[in-house]
């Protein structure tokens, strides 16, 4: 079956531009979440969705960052008034449930570069 | 607080010699641990767990790991390595079973392995 995707794959913003950044996860997971990796900081955590909601959004770096979920299923990451230390590759991944014993199924991930 | 050290950023090993990529954690209660394997390019893809039970287990491509509780370790082995097994390691730990987990992982900053032919 189809796996998480991620649009776009790649995305070049000039600094103080807005962007979005979608997930499409596996049909039937209920919960997602957002991670953030780049070099100087490794895979980070930013926030997790149990269906609609958000009851984690504790690695949120500053209120620049913002995500919504809706119907149960695609999730956008939006980022306000890009920062050159926003680049970075964000990855989505979704599991049948919000809960530790499952394993997380990762997209490719998208790749932002803030010029 | 919670953590995950990989303290090598780089393992290299000969072809069909066995492998080991290193992992301690620091977390509270019984943790949840992963390994997770990231190809160039690509996202990460899961590789084995340890939920409960047997301290060995076996995942996908021919590896293993072993949970040590006393050393706080969750090593990832594998007996022959393949050229193809080239690629960027995450070790990761979630704390266990609380009404508060939400699964997020905490991840390590990831071990190179280098398998020269």
């Known amino acids: 079956g189809a796996g998480v995707s991620q649009s776009p794959s790649n995305k070049v913003t000039e600094k103080g531009k807005d962007v979005e950044l979608r997930c499409d996860p596996i049909?039937?997971?209920?919960?997602l979440y957002w991670y953030r990796q780049s070099l100087g900081q490794g895979l980070e955590f930013l926030i997790y969705?149990?269906?609609?909601?958000?009851?984690?959004k504790s690695g949120l770096p500053s209120d620049r960052f913002s995500a919504e979920r809706t119907g149960g299923s695609v999730s956008t990451l939006t980022i306000q008034r890009t920062q050159q230390e926003d680049s970075a590759v964000y990855l989505c991944?979704?599991?049948?449930?919000?809960?530790?014993?499952?394993?997380?199924?990762f997209g490719p991930g998208t790749r932002l570069t803030v010029t | 607080a919670q953590s995950v050290a990989q303290p090598e950023d780089q393992v290299n090993v000969a072809e069909g010699n066995p492998l080991t990529v290193k992992c301690t954690y620091s977390?509270?209660?019984?943790?949840?641990l992963f390994w997770y394997v990231q190809y160039p390019n690509r996202g990460l893809q899961f590789l084995l767990k340890?939920?409960?039970?047997?301290?060995l287990v076996k995942g996908s491509y021919g590896f293993e790991a072993e949970f040590n509780k006393s050393q706080t370790s969750f090593h990832l082995k594998k007996p022959s390595a393949l050229v193809s097994d080239s690629a960027l390691y995450f070790c990761?730990?979630?704390?266990?079973?609380?009404?508060?987990?939400?699964?997020?992982?905490?991840f390590g900053q990831g071990t190179t392995l280098q398998v020269k032919p």
């Open positions: 049909s039937g997971h209920t919960a």
């Open positions: 991944a979704s599991s049948p449930m919000g809960q530790a014993v499952h394993e997380q199924y």
């Open positions: 340890y939920i409960t039970g047997d301290n």
């Open positions: 969705f149990q269906g609609n909601s958000a009851p984690d």
């Open positions: 990761a730990v979630t704390p266990g079973m609380s009404s508060s987990n939400t699964g997020k992982l905490i």
């Open positions: 977390v509270s209660g019984n943790p949840y």
